[in-house]
C-alpha cells in the first residue's frame, strides 16, 4: 500500500498555452494536393493534447487539458494559411 503526500505538498506542474498559431500553406478546394491544411494539423493536435490526461498522468493525480476555442479563417471554398 503507497502513501499519497498531500497535494499542498507535492509539487505542481502547471503549463498555460494562451495561443497556438498552426501555418499552413492556403489553396483552393479543388485543389487540395497543393496546399498544407493546417485544419488537419490542428484537430491532430487536439486528439495528441486530449490524450495527455488518459495516458500520461497518473490516474491518481489531477490533471486537465482544455482547448476552448479555435479559429480557422471564413472562406467555405478555400483553405486558411494559418489556425490560431
Known amino acids: 500500500m503507497s502513501t499519497r503526500v498531500p497535494q499542498e505538498e507535492e509539487e505542481r506542474k502547471e503549463l498555460t498555452l494562451r495561443s497556438l498559431k498552426i501555418k499552413g500553406r492556403q489553396t483552393h478546394a479543388s485543389t487540395p494536393h497543393r496546399g498544407?491544411?493546417?485544419?488537419?494539423?490542428?484537430a491532430s493536435t487536439i486528439m495528441r493534447l486530449q490524450t495527455i490526461v488518459a495516458r500520461e498522468?497518473?490516474?491518481?493525480?489531477f490533471a486537465v487539458v482544455t482547448v476552448a476555442a479555435i479559429n480557422a479563417g471564413d472562406a467555405e471554398?478555400?483553405?486558411?494559411?494559418?489556425?490560431?
Open 36 to 42: 498544407n491544411d493546417p485544419i488537419v494539423q490542428a
Open 77 to 84: 471554398n478555400v483553405s486558411t494559411t494559418d489556425f490560431i
Open 57 to 61: 498522468v497518473d490516474p491518481l493525480d
